[in-house]
């Protein structure tokens, strides 16, 4: 079974063209995702590479370097008794820094690009770079410099058919890899994996982590956790506490405590500590999930003198071992916004990883309207020409969307709830009339695509007339298109995924009937577009990677042969 979930950017209906022409620059909402705080005071997200200049304590981030534009930061490292450090891009690519002259803050103006790894295979992503001699994890293959991330050169040799899941390094170099067929272990005088025989508990691991006192904690896929500590002489099952659950992160500090992190889709995030290492795992993160929700998601876990998280939301801190936790996002750089609109009496609203922040005419800064208390970053929003505000939470992976509404411009929210039980996770959408519609937007073995609509006043209902409702289907985009009709795009086929029905673009009245099919003039190159957006007139836009579409009208840009799911973009 696989589950895809996808987040909708769309030119909402009664969004006129003006709406959208910016005056200058505008400042997006503070506060953004946080994949990982180390090195004392250093710390980057999916896009951004920062230096905290305040106290560790109090961390207020100001230097920061941009990865070029379509590109994100995969891991970031400190090379092992040198002043560099390295800075990992999803394509390959790395970058350098060096510390200053006080070797206490990097020197951002010094970051420059040192290499490009060309991968074994045509496509990999790259996860994780680590070590003195460095290693790095694609997710293909591991890959080892000798000079520095000059030059790379496949290290696979021992593995066999295994696939590495996670590395990790003891002081004494020595390179570690959870797999798929067991835990391999490389010497640094070596080029050759070999497998660690005396862990015979599990063969099928997913993680492995080595703390300051070579003490080596492996994780086993939904099978509990081990470990070792003489170098790997010796196992023992360490699940008090945790049972079989897979741990995701692993964590130690300055005083011997050992943390960990369990992320999982379909259950609440779970950050545990072992005091001193030796003790059973308790759960520490009640003070995280009073402030975010007890599915918070957990992007890093990394420890010295102060503990840090890093969250979808912003970093959490805490001096006292996690006991307590303070929670920050100044000035973290948020260079994404997930969706805007325009109320009618001017206020301008955007989604950010945090939630919906609000601004009005005469605001001078950004407040944060939803979710009232914590955060969600995975709210899609919409508003109708009347004035009403949608936000659409999803509260699990398995059920419906819970969805709230503001007369008041995002002052109050209110459960909007008729028929709601019917729902499953989509794509929310409103038309002219203030009518709301859902196409699910699960895939999977045990996901069948349904639509839903509710007219203003009623409950929602299911809206399959002329729709086969199928598993391995998804909508990805749905929209008005002001004059009539309601349209949706995606990916439709029989169960089973393997013969195509219904159209990958579809169209039905506004007041009802059924779906029909609407592709005349679509390349049969694009699978589904990922964006729908009315324009002026009986005009139509639509979006893929490669395309830009006008319906009615010629192609207006066009790429390789291929066109699938990809970010959406906007067109007016």
Avoid at 533 to 541: I, K, L, N
Wanted: some cysteine; glycine content about 12%.
């Amino acid at each position: 079974m696989v589950l895809l979930l996808f987040t909708l950017i769309l030119l909402l209906p009664g969004s006129s063209r003006s709406q959208f022409n910016f005056s200058g620059k505008e400042t997006l909402p503070n506060g953004s995702s946080i994949l990982t705080r180390d090195f004392g005071n250093i710390g980057f997200n999916s896009s951004t590479y920062f230096v905290d200049e305040g106290d560790e304590d109090d961390p207020e981030y100001g230097s920061v370097w941009d990865a070029p534009k379509g590109r994100s930061i995969s891991d970031v490292v400190h090379k092992r008794g040198s002043d560099v450090i390295l800075i990992l891009l999803d394509d390959g690519s790395v970058y350098e820094d060096f510390f200053g002259e006080a070797e206490v803050i990097p020197a951002l103006h010094n970051v420059r690009f040192r290499t490009k790894i060309t991968g074994a295979s045509f496509s990999e992503d790259w996860e994780k770079i680590i070590g003195d001699d460095l290693y790095m994890l694609s997710s293909s293959y591991v890959y080892v410099s000798h000079d520095t991330a000059l030059t790379w050169s496949l290290d696979t040799a021992g593995l066999g058919s295994a696939h590495v899941w996670d590395i990790a390094i003891d002081s004494a170099l020595h390179v570690y890899a959870a797999t798929t067929n067991g835990l391999f272990k490389e010497s640094p005088d070596s080029d050759t994996w070999h497998r660690v025989t005396t862990l015979t508990q599990s063969t099928s691991l997913y993680r492995v982590f080595v703390d300051r006192k070579n003490r080596i904690l492996v994780g086993g896929n939904g099978a509990g956790l081990y470990l070792s500590t003489d170098n790997g002489g010796t196992w023992s099952t360490d699940t008090a506490g945790i049972g079989t659950q897979t741990p995701d992160l692993f964590a130690d500090d300055i005083y011997g405590n050992l943390y960990l992190v369990t992320n999982s889709p379909f259950t609440n995030t779970v950050v545990y500590k072992s005091a001193g290492g030796t003790s059973s795992w308790q759960e520490i993160d009640g003070p995280i999930a009073a402030v975010a929700g007890t599915n918070f998601g957990i992007n890093s876990i990394t420890g010295d003198s102060t503990l840090f998280i890093g969250t979808p939301y912003g970093l959490f801190v805490s001096t006292d071992q996690g006991t307590t936790w303070g929670f920050t996002s100044a000035g973290v750089p948020n260079n994404y916004a997930f969706g805007f609109w325009k109320s009618p009496d001017g206020k301008w609203f955007a989604r950010s990883t945090i939630g919906i922040f609000s601004k009005g005419p005469s605001d001078a800064s950004w407040t944060k309207d939803f979710p009232v208390q914590g955060f969600n970053s995975n709210v899609a929003f919409v508003g109708d020409a009347l004035g009403n505000f949608y936000a659409s939470a999803s509260h699990t992976n398995l059920g419906g969307p819970i969805i709230f509404k503001s007369t008041d411009d995002g002052g109050t929210w209110n459960l909007d709830t008729a028929g709601a039980s019917l729902l499953r996770t989509g794509v929310l959408s409103i038309d002219e009339n203030g009518g709301q519609h859902l196409g699910t937007s699960q895939w999977g073995s045990s996901y069948p695509s349904l639509l839903f609509t509710k007219a203003p006043g009623g409950s929602w209902v299911f809206d399959t007339v002329g729709f086969m409702s199928s598993n391995y289907s998804f909508t990805y985009s749905m929209a008005s298109d002001h004059h009539g009709y309601l349209y949706i795009t995606g990916s439709y086929f029989t169960t089973g995924g393997s013969v195509q029905v219904n159209g990958r673009v579809m169209r039905r009245p506004i007041a009802g009937g059924a779906w029909r099919v609407d592709t005349t003039g679509l390349p049969s190159s694009v699978n589904y577009l990922s964006n729908l957006v009315p324009r002026q007139g009986r005009q139509y836009d639509g979006a893929c990677r490669q395309y830009a579409l006008q319906k009615n009208q010629r192609s207006v840009g066009n790429g390789p042969s291929s066109c699938t799911r990809r970010r959406a973009l906007l067109l007016h």
